[in-house]
């Protein structure tokens, strides 16, 4: 089967794929593709529907009409800005709840696999080389220690690396990475075609100019 034009980069929360992946994009001037962010999307929209997330019926068919439009840095769920509102450590957790229904991420897979053009794409998520692109060109798994993960995310939201609130974000961390391992439907792992990425004493710079020289390599 022919390769894809595509450089699929998986992870867990908080490990820098999305930032990676959207400045490789932009290095390479390929298509840049969230595909978590469907799903955070998702968990957002059931929630506003008043619809519980272990409800698989009515989340899937809340993810088949997803009134979701990506306009470059912003995305909007039925005509609101929710950039941020779906990047909050409780949305993540939702996400992870909803990603276990096989007919959500059925309802879902179509609508990755479409952002794909001729121009090339740069995806991230949890099952982008699995699952979405199996034949992408490069598949990388991107990680970081769980407490760095942690105290990045702390920065990004403004708050000390220490202290209760830490602490809490350190917590959702850890409980996204257990729940997202041991699902049943494509748990997060490294493939067995997956470079493995470790981020942990990089930065960005570094990551990004370590996936370009892969990339080029392939």
């Known amino acids: 089967m022919n390769k894809q034009k595509v450089i699929a980069i998986d ?41 519980e997330w272990h409800d698989e019926e009515n989340v899937s068919a809340l993810a088949e009409k997803l009134p979701a439009v990506f306009s470059g840095s912003r995305i909007l769920l039925d005509g609101e800005d929710v950039s941020d509102g ?49 034949q992408a060109e490069l598949k990388i798994f991107l990680t970081a220690e769980s407490k760095i993960r942690a105290e990045r995310r702390a920065k990004q939201i403004g708050i000390p690396c220490e ?30 075609d997956a470079l493995l990425l470790d981020t942990s004493r990089l930065t960005i710079e570094e990551t990004v100019k370590k996936v370009l020289d892969w990339y080029r390599k392939v």
């Open 163 to 192: 202290g209760l609130a830490f602490e809490r974000i350190l917590s959702d961390i850890e409980a996204r990475d257990e729940a997202d391992r041991n699902r049943t439907l494509a748990p997060l792992k490294q493939q067995p």
């Open 86 to 134: 779906i990047r909050t450590e409780a949305i993540g957790m939702g996400a992870s709840a909803v990603a276990q229904w096989p007919k959500v991420r059925a309802a879902l897979l179509q609508r990755q696999r479409d952002f794909l053009t001729e121009k090339g794409l740069v995806a991230d998520g949890r099952d982008t080389g699995s699952v979405v692109f199996p």
């Open 11 to 51: 992870g867990p929360g908080a490990s820098g794929k999305g930032t990676v992946a959207a400045r490789v994009a932009a290095a390479l001037g390929y298509d840049y593709l969230d595909t978590g962010a469907l799903y955070r999307l998702t968990a957002l929209y059931a929630q506003k529907q008043g619809v």
